[in-house]
Structure formats: structure tokens, C-alpha cells
């Protein structure tokens, strides 16, 4: 089973600034990224199929898609690849927000 990581802001003293960061913000922020695209559906395939809803944005890296779940004002990511690393950290970083593991 891979590590999970989640980008948050949960932890930032900025005093009035948003602790969340909201669904509007991700779809403005990654709308602006050429190798993302949004889906309201994850599908998952192997020797069964299974489909989840909710706010994706699907990073593109070759061949593979990798989703940025928006979900309760944090985004989460699974570190399957280890490409991911290195892209959750910039995500972070231009969010203003953090990586946790977990």
C-alpha cells in the first residue's frame, strides 16, 4: 500500500487568511496547469472496476493519471509514483499550504 500525503493549511498562523483551501481555489489553481484536468469521477480499473466521486484533479505525467483529491478543504495525494513527490511539493508551496503524511 502506497503513502498518502495531504496538502493543508491546518497548520498556518496567518492570521486572517483562509485556513481551508476552498474547491474554487483548486479548480482556478490547477485550471492553469496544462498536465491537470478536473473530473467530478476517479475510476479505478484492474481485475474489477470501482468509480468514486468527488473533486479530482488529475495530474498527467506520461502516460499515468494521478489524482489531487479536493476534499474537506485539503487535497490528498497518494505517493504510488514517486514523480508525485516532487509536483505535491510545488502544489504546496504556490497553495501556501503544507505536506503531511498522512
Not at 474537506?72 to 508525485?84: F, H, L, M, T
Request: aromatic fraction near 14%; proline fraction near 3%.
Amino acid at each position: 500500500m502506497s503513502q498518502r500525503y495531504r496538502i493543508t493549511r491546518a497548520f498556518q498562523e496567518n492570521g486572517n487568511s483562509a485556513q481551508i483551501i476552498s474547491l474554487e481555489e483548486c479548480k482556478q489553481y490547477f485550471s492553469s496547469k496544462p498536465d491537470f484536468a478536473y473530473s467530478s469521477v476517479f475510476t479505478v480499473t484492474g481485475s474489477t472496476s470501482m468509480s468514486i466521486e468527488g473533486d479530482f484533479f488529475m495530474w498527467s505525467y506520461g502516460d499515468t493519471k494521478i489524482p489531487f483529491r479536493h476534499y474537506e478543504g485539503d487535497i490528498y495525494v497518494s505517493a504510488a509514483n514517486e514523480a508525485v513527490i516532487p509536483k505535491m511539493i510545488e502544489v504546496a508551496g504556490e497553495l501556501g499550504a503544507d505536506v503531511l503524511e498522512g
